[in-house]
Each structure stands twice: as C-alpha cells, then as structure tokens.
C-alpha cells in the first residue's frame, strides 16, 4: 500500500501572499491556505518526500513524519529546496546521515546554498547527508521505485516522478513528446496549473487541463496554485468530472 499526503499544494508564494487582501488570502477555508509544493510518500517500509521549500518544518510537523529514508528534488529552485536544513532533526533522531536524490545540478545548487554543509569544518550540528546522483533512469529509495520524468519549467530541466500508476508532475510548461509517452497509463496524474492566464514558465489551467486530456488519468490532482487561480471550492465547480484541485493535507491510497 502506498499513502501520497499532500504537504503543500501552492506556488512560490504560498496562499495566504504576505499582505494580500483579495479573497482567496482572506478565505476561511482550509483549501485555500496552501504552503510551497511538496509531496509526502510511504509504504509499509519506507518515507520518502520529494522537495523541501521554506515550509518543510512545518508540513512535516503537521503531517507527523517520524522519519525519513529519502528526500528527492525535483529542481533547484528555493521554493523547493530552501528547508533542507531542517532534515537535521532526523540526523538526530536517526543517528544517520539523510538520503537526498538529486541531479548534479540540484547538488551544486544545494552546496552552494548550503555551503556551511559542506565545508568541511564539520560545525557541530549541520546537515548530514549523502548524495544520490539522479539521471533518467528508475531509482529506488527503499521500497519505493521511482521513474523521473523530463519536464521544462522554461529552460529550466525539472524532473517529475511516476511511481507505479501515480505520476507526479510540478514547475512544468512543457513536456517533450517522449516524456509524455512514459506518463501514459497513468492512473493518477497531479500536475501544475499556476494561474488562469499563460505563464511563461508554468502550465496555466487551460494548458494542464490540456495535458490531462492527453495523458487521459482517471484522476487528475491540481497543484502549485496561486492566488489568482480562485477560491478552491469556486474552482472545482468549473473542472471536469475527473479533475479536482488538491489541497494540502490531501491523502490517496494506492494498493
């Protein structure tokens, strides 16, 4: 059994904007308080989440996350990355360093962000890690198997993850071809819709409705929202039967 918990459904900004007032900043609903996008994955054996932006501590706390065999980037970026530091509660609680799956050039990002890691003054109480080099092929944290898949989020390369039926889809604008030939089947497809107007670096609602319609899921989640997309509730009521937005806190089961 594989439980995905959604921890952060927002984009780089999170729901509420600091000192927005448009409606969907001010709603009361749950939906609509959305932290940076992140995902939580564990089976019967293994904890893996994939991205750690500034709301890391925060969602893990929420999500009580007891440990964690991994953590997988999808990209640079600091909305992905920017709460690595606090994988040092884990160091602690686990007497071990923590797994992190990236590229090399989400690696050379995080020693360059987190150069004090990795200067080798060995400062009592910094991260401890060791890297996983991520390409294309299938990768397993665990009893996880996950598949990267090529998105470009501009030119920026970004890797989504299909594990199983479940593909996970984030800071995309498009897909090459044969990407979208490895995502077919899927199940479960949770992509990004930024806003409703195009974007240049992220799908907008129009383009991931799209995108759904070809990779052609059961279900499609919505992430890394923005306030301009709407209040949730307002939004669902406007997309198709097997599309929904996500939110965080979110749980699928997946046998």
């Known amino acids: 059994m594989l439980k995905v918990t959604f921890l952060g459904t927002g984009t780089s900004q999170g729901i509420p904007v600091i000192a927005c007032t448009c409606d969907v900043c001010i709603s009361q609903d749950s939906c609509d308080k959305r932290l940076r996008t992140s995902i939580l994955l564990e089976d019967e054996e293994t904890t893996v989440v994939i991205d750690s932006g500034p709301d890391f501590r925060q969602q893990l706390l929420r999500a009580k996350v007891m440990k964690l065999d ?3 980037f999808t990209h640079e970026h600091k909305d992905h990355v920017a709460g ?7 160091n602690y609680i686990l007497n071990r360093p923590v797994d992190i799956y990236a590229t090399e050039q989400v690696q050379l990002a995080l020693r360059r962000e987190f150069h004090y890691a990795f200067d080798g ?17 299938p990768f397993k944290v665990g009893t996880i198997e996950l598949q990267p898949i090529l998105v470009k989020h501009f030119l920026l390369d970004v890797f989504g993850y299909r ?7 984030t800071d995309a604008k498009t897909i090459p071809e044969e990407e979208i030939e490895r995502m077919k089947g899927t199940k479960v497809l949770v992509i990004n819709a930024l806003r409703r107007e195009t974007h240049v670096s992220h799908f907008s609602l129009n383009e991931a409705l799209a995108m759904i319609k070809r990779i052609s899921p059961k279900k499609a989640y919505l992430i890394h929202l923005s306030h301009q997309m709407g209040k949730h509730a307002d939004l669902n009521k406007e997309l198709p039967s097997n599309v929904e937005c996500a939110y965080d806190g979110l749980e699928l089961f997946f046998n």
Do not use: S
């Not at 690595?84 to 884990?90: S, T, V």
């Open 163 to 169: 594990i199983n039926d479940f593909t996970y889809i």
């Open 70 to 72: 991994g953590l997988v």
């Open 84 to 90: 690595m530091d606090d994988i040092r509660a884990f």
């Open 121 to 137: 003054n060995n400062y009592p109480g910094t991260p401890q890690l060791i890297f996983h080099t991520i390409v294309k092929e």
